[in-house]
């Protein structure tokens, strides 16, 4: 089988912003009935990704999991993202690659895996996303030998995580 392989440049800056999970691979610690999971990226003061990454868990409560990524190489498509240690249950992992797979012109649809296809996300700008467009990522995600039989698609109901709501808690 052939190698994981990521774009051969990714825009950083196009790629900052707020992406929708619309689908993923089951993570150990990622809550399997989490709704409206977002991602949210920008750019640190150290010059490194923020990644705020927020849902609504099992128990319909706002959650928050903070980190940093950091491109590895010059083609900035391969990332190494850790965690900060907050206590939250649906943490993917402590630190990982993050690595971009496939990605469209727009810079409004994205395949996200980890070579040892572990781990694998469809991302867009929007909740909803033509059946057409997601099979096109996820065919991308299988000719790279990513296995999809345990697929998961969170729902999105239009609500999303505020401040507010985390500092609520």
């Known amino acids: 089988m052939n190698d994981v392989t990521a774009v051969p440049t990714l825009d950083l800056d196009r790629y900052l912003g707020r992406w929708y999970e619309i689908c993923r691979l089951p993570l150990k610690y990622e809550d399997e009935t989490a709704t409206d999971i ?27 999991a903070l980190g940093e990524a950091s ?41 996200v895996g980890t070579p040892d ?28 030998g990513f296995d999809l039989s345990q697929l998961i698609a969170p729902k999105h109901t239009g609500r999303e995580v505020t401040n507010s709501m985390l500092e609520a808690h």
Not at 118 to 137: I, N
């Open 117 to 144: 296809r572990k781990f694998l996300w469809v991302l867009a700008r929007s909740p909803d996303l033509p059946q057409s467009t997601r099979d096109e990522y996820l065919d991308e995600a299988r000719r790279q």
């Open 38 to 64: 977002t991602a949210t990226y920008s750019l640190n003061e150290n010059g490194k990704v923020r990644v705020d990454n927020r849902c609504f868990n099992a128990e319909n409560e706002p959650t928050q």
């Open 71 to 111: 491109p590895v190489d010059d083609t900035n498509a391969k990332l190494k993202v850790s965690f900060l240690p907050k206590g939250l249950r649906w943490i993917p992992f402590t630190e990982g690659d993050y690595w971009v797979l496939k990605i469209d012109p727009d810079y409004q649809v994205s395949l």
